[in-house]
């Protein structure tokens, strides 16, 4: 079974801190995503890396930057995290082939 | 934009009954679709996937895909209750390695 795996399950942060989001997966899987889920809006896709070192904007890339620096590990980190960042954020990969991808549990932030 | 939309409910059915679930999409160069299924606080879970048109059987689970009128559905049979959740339909367009997703339809199976 596809395994991918999320650092934390529940954080909270302050305003102005810098935040780390850490995802794991042991598929070797090319592809790797985050993504945020907000009630009305779905998901939404922040950024892609389809390999190590690699990475593309997705949506709302604005506030947040990421780090591949292993095929199995994809970093989300918010620069200077703010109250509109609070959310479900969900990593995700993938085949290179772009076929289904498989989530891990998910990282509910709470930015106070 | 490529959109994927679907009714976001509630959908209410009686347990035993059919469930269906419906999902439109916008780009006709779509290859990949895919339905998820998420319970309330917890992360999607893949249940279904369909690439070629037609229907695809799954024990109580069935994706219909018709991609002459942009369509994908999940029939759900002999509904339980534990098959209330959101419904996430995702397509893939060719050549891309992410998906789009639609914002779900939250199905109550009533006992």
């Known amino acids: 079974d596809v395994k991918v795996t999320q650092s934390s399950r529940y954080l909270v942060k302050r305003t102005g801190e810098k935040v780390f989001l850490e995802c794991v997966q042991d598929m070797d899987h090319e592809n790797m995503f985050w993504y945020r889920q907000d009630p009305g809006l779905g998901l939404r896709l922040i950024y892609f890396s389809y390999d190590v070192k690699m990475k593309e904007k997705g949506d709302i890339p604005e506030g947040y930057s990421v780090s591949r620096e292993k095929k199995e590990r994809f970093s989300l980190i918010l620069e200077s995290a703010s109250t509109n960042q609070t959310s479900m954020y969900l990593c995700a990969s993938s085949t290179g082939q772009g076929r289904e991808q498989y989530f891990g549990p998910g990282t509910r932030l709470t930015v106070t | 934009q490529k959109e994927v939309e679907q009714n976001s409910g509630p959908l209410s059915v009686p347990e035993g009954a059919i469930a269906s679930l419906n999902c439109t999409y916008s780009?006709?160069?779509?290859?990949?679709f895919f339905w998820y299924r998420q319970y309330s606080g917890k992360s999607p879970e893949l249940i279904m996937s369909i690439y070629s048109n037609g229907d695809k059987e799954d024990g109580r689970f069935t994706a219909q895909l018709n991609k002459a009128s942009q369509y994908v559905s999940l029939l759900i049979r002999d509904s339980q209750p534990s098959d209330s959740a959101t419904y996430l339909c995702?397509?893939?367009?060719?050549?891309?390695?992410?998906?789009?997703f639609g914002t779900g339809t939250r199905l109550t199976v009533i006992p």
């Open positions: 780009d006709r160069v779509s290859q990949s």
């Open positions: 995702a397509v893939r367009e060719a050549g891309a390695n992410n998906l789009f």
